[in-house]
């Protein structure tokens, strides 16, 4: 969250809102309602999946970038084999 409040705080805050009351309604392709589920989802299988940090905050920029380019996605992506993506503003 924080990195994308440095790049874009007033986007960062529409985006935060939106992923925290579940998404944008009616569009199960919106990154803000996958990214949802997403953590939901996280949450629990708590223990169970062997995510790390690092694949935490990759799954959130992926989505975040996507919001900000206005692209829909299915999944988030979440590996970080290839390095971390970069926050876009």
Do not use: H
């Amino acid at each position: 969250m924080y990195g994308t409040w440095i790049k874009n705080e007033r986007e960062a805050r529409k985006f935060w809102e939106e992923v925290a009351r579940g998404g944008e309604e009616y569009a199960d392709n919106a990154p803000t309602t996958v990214l949802d589920s997403w953590l939901k989802g996280m949450a629990e299988k708590r223990g169970k999946a062997e995510l790390k940090p690092a694949n935490l905050y990759q799954g959130c920029v992926f989505a975040w970038n996507a919001y900000r380019e206005g692209k829909t996605i299915s999944t988030i992506k979440f590996d970080t084999k290839k390095g971390l993506y970069a926050v876009s503003e």
